[in-house]
C-alpha cells in the first residue's frame, strides 16, 4: 500500500494466534482501504511465547504473514499487559482507529478484569475501537491463564504464615470456648483470620486454602463431637457453607483490594518515571543527550546494563554505547559475540531480537530497535543477565522507548527545519551574487571580445598606440575577472552559513609575503611598505583565506588611492593576539560610508548604476573569513589621512619539536 | 644544458596553443600531446627533457600520468591545475610532480618555472659529475663529508634539524618539497605539531642563510604546500 496516499488515518490491527483472527485482520485490511489508511498489524507477545503450543505458533505466524501480504507493517512488542500495551502503542505511533476481535460477550463477574477492549477504551480514550465478534476460540481465557501462572508462585514464607494464623485462629477460638463464648464468634475470628492471610500472601492460593481449612478447623475442633469431621446436627452444614463462602469472599476481595492498591502504586510509579523521561527529554537539544538520558532512566527503572547504537550521520548504525548500572559485574562477558551483527539486523527490521523473541532467541540480550514512523533512530541492547522482564518492567521499557524515539523524531524535525531555513538563506544569498556576478561579469567580458574582434577584423587599421591601449585594456580586463573568480570560489565555500577552514598553523610574515605576490599589477605605482615584529608569529589558520583577505585589502588600497600613495602592512603581536594593519595614506572613508563598509554588496561611493568595479563582495569575503577565525576586522582613521583595516587573530603557542 | 625539449599535456587548445606560442618565441622545442596516452608514449618515444602536465585530462588523472611515467624516468614534470584546492596539488607532488602552477597563470610566471627547472637540471648534471659530498648553489657550500655549511667561505652556526633540513632541500634543489614530505623525512611522521615545528625552523634556517643584505633567496615558502630549494646563479 502506497503509505504516502493519506497518513492522517493510521489503523491498528491486534494479531492473535487465534484461528478467527483471520477476520479481525480482514476487515481491518478493508477499513484501511476504504480510508485510505496506513495499517499497522500489532502482536503483543507474552514473556512465555516459549511455552505456547506448537500449533498456536504457527497460526500466529500465518496471521502475522497474511497481515504483511495485505499491506500491514507489523509491530511486535513483548509483554504480558495486553491493553495496556496496545494502547501505549496506539499513543505513540498516533493509531486513530484500532481494531481487535472479541470471543463472545462475556458478562463480566465483579471479580473479573473488564475486557480488553473496554480497557484499550479506558487508556485510549480518543482512539476510536473497533469489535470485530469472534466466537470460535477464546483468546482471553488464554490470556487469563497467563496471568494466573503469573501470580501464583506458592511460596514457602506464604505457606508458614498461613499455617501461623490458622494456628492463631484456632487458638483464640478455644479461648473462647473456655469463656463459653458463642460459635458465631469463633466464626467470625476464622473469617478474620482468612482476611488477614489474604492481605499478608501474596496468591490468591492461600486465601483459598485458608478458607477451607477454617471450616475443616472449625468442625474438627469446636463441632460436636469435637475432634472429628462428623456432625450431629445437619444444620451444621448450612453454617460451613455459609463460612466457606464468607471467607472465600473476603479473601478475594482483600487480594483483589491489595491487587487494585499495587496496580495504583504502579501506574503512579510508571506515570512519574514516564513524566521525568518526558520531562528530560524536552530539555535534550542534542541527539546524544537524548540517548543518554533514555539509557539513564532505563538504567535506573530496571537497574540493567545497556547498550546503545545510535544512528551516525551517514544514516548506519554506529558503534555502541556501553552503560552500565552502578553494581554491575563483569558484565563484558554476558555481551553477545555477535551484539553489533545482531543490532544491524534490530536496525534494518525494525523488530526486536535476542532472548524471549523469535529473532536470535539464543543471544543473551535483548535487542529494540527506537523507531518511530518507519525511521530508526538506533538500537537499544538491554543485558538481561538471565532474568526476563516482568511484564510490569517490560511495558514501562516500552513507553520509555516510545518517549525516546518521539523525543528523536521531534530533533529530527527541528533539525530538518532548521536545514532548511539555512538553505533558503543560502539560497537568497547566492541569488543576491549570481545577478551581482552576472553584471560584474558581463562588463569586462564586453570589453575583452569587443577588443578582440577588433584586433580580429581591424588589425591593419590600428596604429602602434591604439593596438598598446587594446592589448592593455584586455589584460586588464581578464586580470579583474581573475581577482573576481578567486573571490568567488572563497564564497563558495561558505556553506549553511559556515566557513569551511582548511586549518594549518602558518606564520604571518610568510603569508603576507605570499599575499603581496598576487596583488594587481599597478601596485608598482604604489610604495608598498611590511614591517613585520622580529618574533616569529605562529597562527592556526586558513593560510589561502587569510592571503584572500590580504590581497583584498592592499588590491583594494591600490585602487581607491592615487598613484604613488604609501601602503603599509604590519604585523605585532599583542598579548594572546596576533595584529595585522593594512594602512594607506589616501583620502580615507567617509563616515556615512564606514557602517556599510562590510556588508555585501555595498559598493562604496560608485552609486554609477553600471559602475565597473561594482560588485561589494572583498570586504564582506574579509569580515567573514576573519570571523570564521574567531578574529575580528575593524577599520580606524589612519593619521595624517587615510584608512587603516586592522586585523586581530587568535594567536597560538607551539613547543617546538627538538 | 642548452636548447631542452619539452613536452607540452593539454587537452584545451586555446591554452595549449598559448603555451606553445609562449614557447616558440622564446625559442624552446616542444612537443604536444592532447591527452594522457598520448602523453606517455611521447614521453618514452622521443624522451623530452621537461614536461608540463594538465591534471585534468579527458582520458586519465593526471597523477596517473605522473605515476606511470615516474615508473621509469625522472623527468621534471611540471603540473598544471586549473584546481585551486591545496590538495591536488599536493597529491601530484607526493606523486612525483615537482613544480605546480595554477590556472589561471601569466606567461612571466611559467617562463619563470621552466628556466627554474633547466636550471636545476644543469646543476644536476654538473654535480654529478663532481664528488657529490660537496653541494654548490651559488654562495652557498655545503660540505656533506664534514657536515658543514658555508656562506661566502663563511661558516655557519646550525642546529642538527636546521642542518638536516638544508640538506634534505639541497639534495631536491627545484623541486617543491610538501610539509608531509619533509616532516616524514625529519621525524619520521608528520603531525600537526611537527608542521607547525617545520615553520619555526624554517624561519630561523633562512635568517641565518639570508643573513646577508643582498643575499639571494634560497628557500621559497608554497604556502600551504611546503617548500622549494632554489638554484642560484
Same mark, same amino acid.
Given at each position: 500500500?502506497?503509505?504516502?496516499?493519506?497518513?492522517?488515518?493510521?489503523?491498528?490491527?491486534?494479531?492473535?494466534?487465534?484461528?478467527?483472527?483471520?477476520?479481525?485482520?480482514?476487515?481491518?485490511?478493508?477499513?484501511?482501504?476504504?480510508?485510505?489508511?496506513?495499517?499497522?498489524?500489532?502482536?503483543?507477545?507474552?514473556?512465555?511465547?516459549?511455552?505456547?503450543?506448537?500449533?498456536?505458533?504457527?497460526?500466529?505466524?500465518?496471521?502475522?504473514?497474511?497481515?504483511?501480504?495485505?499491506?500491514?507493517?507489523?509491530?511486535?512488542?513483548?509483554?504480558?499487559?495486553?491493553?495496556?500495551?496496545?494502547?501505549?502503542?496506539?499513543?505513540?505511533?498516533?493509531?486513530?482507529?484500532?481494531?481487535?476481535?472479541?470471543?463472545?460477550?462475556?458478562?463480566?463477574?465483579?471479580?473479573?478484569?473488564?475486557?480488553?477492549?473496554?480497557?484499550?477504551?479506558?487508556?485510549?480514550?480518543?482512539?476510536?475501537?473497533?469489535?470485530?465478534?469472534?466466537?470460535?476460540?477464546?483468546?482471553?481465557?488464554?490470556?487469563?491463564?497467563?496471568?494466573?501462572?503469573?501470580?501464583?508462585?506458592?511460596?514457602?514464607?506464604?505457606?508458614?504464615?498461613?499455617?501461623?494464623?490458622?494456628?492463631?485462629?484456632?487458638?483464640?477460638?478455644?479461648?473462647?470456648?473456655?469463656?463459653?463464648?458463642?460459635?458465631?464468634?469463633?466464626?467470625?475470628?476464622?473469617?478474620?483470620?482468612?482476611?488477614?492471610?489474604?492481605?499478608?500472601?501474596?496468591?490468591?492460593?492461600?486465601?483459598?486454602?485458608?478458607?477451607?481449612?477454617?471450616?475443616?478447623?472449625?468442625?474438627?475442633?469446636?463441632?460436636?463431637?469435637?475432634?472429628?469431621?462428623?456432625?450431629?446436627?445437619?444444620?451444621?452444614?448450612?453454617?460451613?457453607?455459609?463460612?466457606?463462602?464468607?471467607?472465600?469472599?473476603?479473601?478475594?476481595?482483600?487480594?483483589?483490594?491489595?491487587?487494585?492498591?499495587?496496580?495504583?502504586?504502579?501506574?503512579?510509579?510508571?506515570?512519574?518515571?514516564?513524566?521525568?523521561?518526558?520531562?528530560?527529554?524536552?530539555?535534550?537539544?542534542?541527539?546524544?543527550?537524548?540517548?543518554?538520558?533514555?539509557?539513564?532512566?532505563?538504567?535506573?527503572?530496571?537497574?540493567?546494563?545497556?547498550?546503545?547504537?545510535?544512528?551516525?550521520?551517514?544514516?548506519?548504525?554506529?558503534?555502541?554505547?556501553?552503560?552500565?548500572?552502578?553494581?554491575?559485574?563483569?558484565?563484558?562477558?554476558?555481551?553477545?559475540?555477535?551484539?553489533?551483527?545482531?543490532?544491524?539486523?534490530?536496525?534494518?527490521?525494525?523488530?526486536?531480537?535476542?532472548?524471549?523473541?523469535?529473532?536470535?532467541?539464543?543471544?543473551?540480550?535483548?535487542?529494540?530497535?527506537?523507531?518511530?514512523?518507519?525511521?530508526?533512530?538506533?538500537?537499544?541492547?538491554?543485558?538481561?543477565?538471565?532474568?526476563?522482564?516482568?511484564?510490569?518492567?517490560?511495558?514501562?521499557?516500552?513507553?520509555?522507548?516510545?518517549?525516546?524515539?518521539?523525543?528523536?523524531?521531534?530533533?529530527?524535525?527541528?533539525?530538518?527545519?532548521?536545514?532548511?531555513?539555512?538553505?533558503?538563506?543560502?539560497?537568497?544569498?547566492?541569488?543576491?551574487?549570481?545577478?551581482?556576478?552576472?553584471?560584474?561579469?558581463?562588463?569586462?567580458?564586453?570589453?575583452?571580445?569587443?577588443?578582440?574582434?577588433?584586433?580580429?577584423?581591424?588589425?591593419?587599421?590600428?596604429?602602434?598606440?591604439?593596438?598598446?591601449?587594446?592589448?592593455?585594456?584586455?589584460?586588464?580586463?581578464?586580470?579583474?575577472?581573475?581577482?573576481?573568480?578567486?573571490?568567488?570560489?572563497?564564497?563558495?565555500?561558505?556553506?549553511?552559513?559556515?566557513?569551511?577552514?582548511?586549518?594549518?598553523?602558518?606564520?604571518?610574515?610568510?603569508?603576507?609575503?605570499?599575499?603581496?605576490?598576487?596583488?594587481?599589477?599597478?601596485?608598482?605605482?604604489?610604495?608598498?611598505?611590511?614591517?613585520?615584529?622580529?618574533?616569529?608569529?605562529?597562527?592556526?589558520?586558513?593560510?589561502?583565506?587569510?592571503?584572500?583577505?590580504?590581497?583584498?585589502?592592499?588590491?583594494?588600497?591600490?585602487?581607491?588611492?592615487?598613484?604613488?600613495?604609501?601602503?603599509?602592512?604590519?604585523?605585532?603581536?599583542?598579548?594572546?593576539?596576533?595584529?595585522?594593519?593594512?594602512?594607506?595614506?589616501?583620502?580615507?572613508?567617509?563616515?556615512?560610508?564606514?557602517?556599510?563598509?562590510?556588508?555585501?554588496?555595498?559598493?562604496?561611493?560608485?552609486?554609477?548604476?553600471?559602475?565597473?568595479?561594482?560588485?561589494?563582495?572583498?570586504?564582506?569575503?574579509?569580515?567573514?573569513?576573519?570571523?570564521?577565525?574567531?578574529?575580528?576586522?575593524?577599520?580606524?582613521?589612519?593619521?595624517?589621512?587615510?584608512?587603516?583595516?586592522?586585523?586581530?587573530?587568535?594567536?597560538?603557542?607551539?613547543?617546538?619539536?627538538? | 644544458?642548452?636548447?631542452?625539449?619539452?613536452?607540452?599535456?593539454?587537452?584545451?587548445?586555446?591554452?595549449?596553443?598559448?603555451?606553445?606560442?609562449?614557447?616558440?618565441?622564446?625559442?624552446?622545442?616542444?612537443?604536444?600531446?592532447?591527452?594522457?596516452?598520448?602523453?606517455?608514449?611521447?614521453?618514452?618515444?622521443?624522451?623530452?627533457?621537461?614536461?608540463?602536465?594538465?591534471?585534468?585530462?579527458?582520458?586519465?588523472?593526471?597523477?596517473?600520468?605522473?605515476?606511470?611515467?615516474?615508473?621509469?624516468?625522472?623527468?621534471?614534470?611540471?603540473?598544471? +591545475? !586549473?584546481?585551486?584546492?591545496?590538495?591536488?596539488?599536493?597529491?601530484? /607532488?607526493? &606523486? *612525483?610532480?615537482?613544480? $605546480?602552477?595554477?590556472?589561471?597563470?601569466?606567461?612571466?610566471?611559467?617562463?619563470?618555472?621552466?628556466?627554474?627547472?633547466?636550471?636545476?637540471?644543469?646543476?644536476?648534471?654538473?654535480?654529478?659529475?663532481?664528488? +657529490? !659530498?660537496?653541494?654548490?648553489?651559488?654562495?652557498?657550500?655545503?660540505? /656533506?663529508? &664534514? *657536515?658543514?655549511?658555508? $656562506?661566502?667561505?663563511?661558516?655557519?652556526?646550525?642546529?642538527?634539524?636546521?642542518?638536516?633540513?638544508?640538506?634534505?632541500?639541497?639534495?631536491?634543489?627545484?623541486?617543491?618539497?610538501?610539509?608531509?614530505?619533509?616532516?616524514?623525512?625529519?621525524?619520521?611522521?608528520?603531525?600537526?605539531?611537527?608542521?607547525?615545528?617545520?615553520?619555526?625552523?624554517?624561519?630561523?634556517?633562512?635568517?641565518?642563510?639570508?643573513?646577508?643584505?643582498?643575499?639571494?633567496?634560497?628557500?621559497?615558502?608554497?604556502?600551504?604546500?611546503?617548500?622549494?630549494?632554489?638554484?642560484?646563479?
Amino acid at each position: 500500500m502506497d503509505k504516502n496516499v493519506d497518513t492522517s488515518e493510521h489503523i491498528l490491527v491486534c494479531i492473535s494466534p487465534s484461528p478467527s483472527n483471520l477476520k479481525v485482520i480482514m476487515a481491518a485490511v478493508k477499513m484501511a482501504e476504504a480510508f485510505h489508511a496506513t495499517l499497522t498489524a500489532i502482536y503483543i507477545k507474552p514473556t512465555n511465547y516459549t511455552n505456547i503450543e506448537e500449533s498456536d505458533k504457527l497460526r500466529l505466524s500465518n496471521n502475522l504473514k497474511f497481515a504483511e501480504q495485505n499491506g500491514a507493517s507489523i509491530a511486535t512488542i513483548i509483554g504480558d499487559d495486553v491493553p495496556l500495551q496496545v494502547a501505549e502503542y496506539a499513543r505513540i505511533s498516533g493509531a486513530t482507529k484500532i481494531v481487535v476481535g472479541r470471543s463472545g460477550v462475556k458478562r463480566r463477574h465483579f471479580w473479573s478484569k473488564p475486557p480488553l477492549t473496554e480497557q484499550i477504551i479506558i487508556n485510549v480514550p480518543e482512539v476510536d475501537v473497533y469489535i470485530i465478534p469472534d466466537a470460535a476460540v477464546d483468546l482471553k481465557q488464554q490470556n487469563e491463564k497467563i496471568h494466573l501462572t503469573d501470580h501464583i508462585r506458592p511460596t514457602l514464607k506464604d505457606a508458614v504464615i498461613t499455617v501461623l494464623i490458622l494456628i492463631a485462629a484456632t487458638g483464640v477460638g478455644l479461648t473462647f470456648t473456655l469463656f463459653g463464648f458463642s460459635e458465631a464468634n469463633i466464626i467470625t475470628v476464622f473469617i478474620l483470620g482468612v482476611l488477614v492471610i489474604s492481605v499478608l500472601t501474596a496468591s490468591f492460593l492461600y486465601s483459598a486454602i485458608g478458607s477451607l481449612a477454617s471450616v475443616l478447623l472449625f468442625n474438627w475442633f469446636f463441632i460436636d463431637p469435637k475432634f472429628s469431621f462428623h456432625t450431629y446436627q445437619t444444620e451444621y452444614a448450612v453454617t460451613f457453607m455459609i463460612m466457606l463462602i464468607s471467607s472465600l469472599i473476603t479473601g478475594t476481595l482483600a487480594n483483589r483490594l491489595k491487587m487494585n492498591a499495587r496496580q495504583s502504586a504502579r501506574e503512579a510509579f510508571r506515570a512519574k518515571v514516564l513524566f521525568d523521561t518526558n520531562q528530560l527529554l524536552q530539555k535534550a537539544e542534542k541527539t546524544d543527550d537524548v540517548i543518554r538520558i533514555t539509557a539513564r532512566q532505563i538504567i535506573t527503572l530496571l537497574d540493567r546494563d545497556v547498550v546503545i547504537y545510535p544512528v551516525d550521520e551517514s544514516g548506519s548504525l554506529g558503534s555502541g554505547i556501553k552503560l552500565e548500572n552502578s553494581h554491575s559485574v563483569a558484565s563484558t562477558e554476558l555481551t553477545d559475540d555477535n551484539e553489533k551483527e545482531i543490532a544491524e539486523w534490530v536496525f534494518k527490521k525494525q523488530q526486536a531480537a535476542g532472548v524471549y523473541t523469535e529473532n536470535y532467541s539464543e543471544a543473551k540480550a535483548q535487542y529494540h530497535p527506537i523507531s518511530q514512523n518507519d525511521h530508526c533512530y538506533g538500537v537499544i541492547v538491554l543485558h538481561l543477565n538471565g532474568i526476563p522482564m516482568e511484564s510490569f518492567e517490560n511495558s514501562v521499557f516500552m513507553s520509555i522507548l516510545g518517549e525516546c524515539s518521539l523525543a528523536l523524531e521531534n530533533l529530527r524535525n527541528a533539525e530538518e527545519r532548521e536545514k532548511a531555513s539555512v538553505l533558503a538563506r543560502n539560497e537568497q544569498l547566492r541569488s543576491n551574487l549570481l545577478r551581482s556576478v552576472s553584471h560584474d561579469i558581463r562588463t569586462p567580458l564586453t570589453s575583452i571580445s569587443g577588443n578582440a574582434s577588433n584586433l580580429l577584423y581591424h588589425y591593419s587599421q590600428m596604429n602602434e598606440s591604439t593596438l598598446m591601449q587594446i592589448f592593455s585594456d584586455i589584460y586588464d580586463d581578464s586580470e579583474w575577472l581573475i581577482d573576481l573568480v578567486e573571490n568567488l570560489l572563497f564564497i563558495s565555500r561558505i556553506e549553511n552559513g559556515q566557513m569551511d577552514l582548511h586549518l594549518s598553523m602558518d606564520i604571518i610574515s610568510d603569508v603576507i609575503e605570499e599575499a603581496l605576490k598576487h596583488v594587481d599589477r599597478n601596485v608598482n605605482q604604489h610604495i608598498v611598505t611590511v614591517s613585520n615584529c622580529d618574533e616569529i608569529l605562529l597562527v592556526k589558520m586558513d593560510s589561502r583565506l587569510i592571503m584572500q583577505v590580504l590581497i583584498n585589502l592592499v588590491n583594494n588600497a591600490i585602487k581607491n588611492t592615487p598613484v604613488g600613495s604609501e601602503i603599509c602592512i604590519q604585523s605585532e603581536r599583542k598579548e594572546d593576539t596576533v595584529v595585522i594593519s593594512v594602512s594607506d595614506n589616501g583620502s580615507g572613508i567617509p563616515d556615512s560610508v564606514k557602517p556599510h563598509i562590510f556588508e555585501m554588496f555595498y559598493t562604496g561611493q560608485n552609486k554609477v548604476a553600471d559602475g565597473r568595479r561594482g560588485l561589494g563582495l572583498g570586504l564582506a569575503l574579509c569580515k567573514s573569513i576573519i570571523e570564521a577565525h574567531k578574529g575580528t576586522i575593524t577599520l580606524v582613521d589612519n593619521q595624517p589621512t587615510g584608512c587603516r583595516f586592522i586585523i586581530s587573530l587568535p594567536m597560538e603557542e607551539v613547543t617546538v619539536n627538538e | 644544458m642548452n636548447n631542452p625539449v619539452i613536452l607540452v599535456v593539454e587537452d584545451d587548445t586555446p591554452v595549449r596553443n598559448l603555451m606553445t606560442t609562449t614557447l616558440k618565441t622564446h625559442d624552446y622545442k616542444f612537443l604536444e600531446a592532447k591527452n594522457g596516452s598520448e602523453a606517455i608514449m611521447l614521453a618514452s618515444s622521443h624522451n623530452p627533457d621537461i614536461i608540463f602536465l594538465d591534471l585534468g585530462l579527458p582520458d586519465m588523472e593526471g597523477v596517473e600520468v605522473i605515476e606511470r611515467i615516474r615508473s621509469w624516468s625522472n623527468i621534471p614534470i611540471i603540473v598544471i +591545475s !586549473a584546481r585551486s584546492e591545496d590538495s591536488d596539488k599536493i597529491e601530484a /607532488l607526493d &606523486a *612525483g610532480a615537482d613544480d $605546480y602552477l595554477t590556472k589561471p597563470f601569466s606567461v612571466e610566471e611559467l617562463l619563470a618555472r621552466l628556466r627554474v627547472t633547466v636550471r636545476r637540471l644543469s646543476l644536476t648534471h654538473s654535480n654529478a659529475d663532481k664528488d +657529490s !659530498a660537496i653541494y654548490i648553489n651559488g654562495r652557498l657550500k655545503i660540505d /656533506l663529508s &664534514a *657536515g658543514c655549511v658555508f $656562506y661566502d667561505e663563511e661558516e655557519l652556526k646550525l642546529t642538527p634539524i636546521e642542518y638536516k633540513l638544508l640538506c634534505l632541500m639541497a639534495k631536491n634543489t627545484g623541486k617543491v618539497l610538501t610539509h608531509t614530505y619533509i616532516t616524514q623525512n625529519i621525524w619520521g611522521r608528520s603531525w600537526e605539531n611537527d608542521i607547525a615545528s617545520l615553520r619555526v625552523y624554517m624561519v630561523t634556517l633562512r635568517k641565518k642563510l639570508e643573513a646577508a643584505p643582498d643575499a639571494p633567496r634560497y628557500i621559497q615558502t608554497h604556502i600551504g604546500i611546503g617548500y622549494r630549494m632554489v638554484k642560484v646563479d
